[in-house]
C-alpha cells in the first residue's frame, strides 16, 4: 500500500549499497547498520512525483497541497530573536511530543542477534520526541561486536560523508513529526 492505486508510489525491494565500508570500519556482517535495512525489512515504497513517506501519505519536504505540487518556502528564525511567546510555544510542543506515542514508528529493544535473526520480534513504542533520540543514538551508537565488546571507534552519522545530508534529513522529520503532533504546519525549528 505505497500509494500504488493513487499513483503515489510503487512497493518495491530494498537494493541495499554493495560498496564496501570505509577503513575506519574493520569489520563485515556484524552491525544490523551495514546493509540498512535489509535485517529488518526488504521492502519499502517507492514515491512518485513530491510525495514522501514510509507509505508515500506524505508531500515531499517544501511541498504541499492535496497533490504536493504548492511549493512552501519555511524561514527558520533565529532562536536568539524569538519571542517570549514563540519560545514558550517552542517548549510546550516538545513537551508535547514528550507525551505523545507515535501512531506511525517504533523501534528495536533488541540487535538482530538478540532478536534471534528476526525470528523473535524486539519492538516497543516511543514518543514522537525520543523517537528522535533513539534516531540519533542508533546511528551513531558504537557497533556491537560477536564477541560481546563493541567497536567504539565508530559513529556512522558522524565520521561520514553522510554527515550533513543526514542530519538534514534528521531535523526536517523531526519537524514534520512535531507538526503533526501539534497540528501546526507552521511550525518549524529554529
Known amino acids: 500500500s505505497c500509494g500504488e492505486v493513487s499513483g503515489r508510489g510503487v512497493c518495491q525491494d530494498v537494493v541495499p549499497s554493495n560498496s564496501p565500508v570505509g577503513a575506519q570500519f574493520p ?13 529488518f525489512y526488504n521492502r519499502t ?28 518556502n519555511m524561514i527558520r528564525k533565529e532562536i536568539f530573536r524569538m519571542t517570549t511567546a514563540e519560545k514558550d510555544k517552542l517548549i510546550a510542543y516538545l513537551n508535547l511530543a514528550k507525551r505523545t506515542i507515535s ?14 535473526n528476526g525470528s523473535n520480534p524486539m519492538f516497543a513504542d516511543i514518543n514522537v520526541y525520543d523517537l528522535f533520540v533513539w534516531l540519533h543514538y542508533y546511528a551513531s551508537r558504537d557497533a556491537f561486536l560477536e564477541d560481546g ?10 565520521e561520514a ?9 534528521f531535523l526536517l522529520l523531526w519537524e514534520r513529526e512535531i507538526q503533526k503532533v501539534t497540528g501546526d504546519d507552521n511550525f518549524n525549528i529554529p
Open 27 to 39: 569489520f563485515s556482517g556484524i552491525d544490523d547498520r551495514e546493509n540498512w535495512p535489509i535485517v
Open 45 to 72: 515504497c517507492q514515491c512518485q512525483g513530491n510525495f514522501m513517506g514510509y507509505n508515500c501519505g506524505e508531500c515531499r519536504f517544501g511541498y504541499t497541497g492535496p497533490n504536493c505540487t504548492v511549493r512552501r
Open 103 to 116: 501512531p506511525d514508528y517504533v523501534i528495536t529493544t533488541g540487535t538482530y542477534e538478540q532478536m534471534n
Open 149 to 158: 565488546s563493541v567497536w567504539a571507534n565508530i559513529d556512522f552519522a558522524h
Open 161 to 169: 560523508p553522510g554527515f550533513l545530508p543526514w542530519h538534514r534529513f
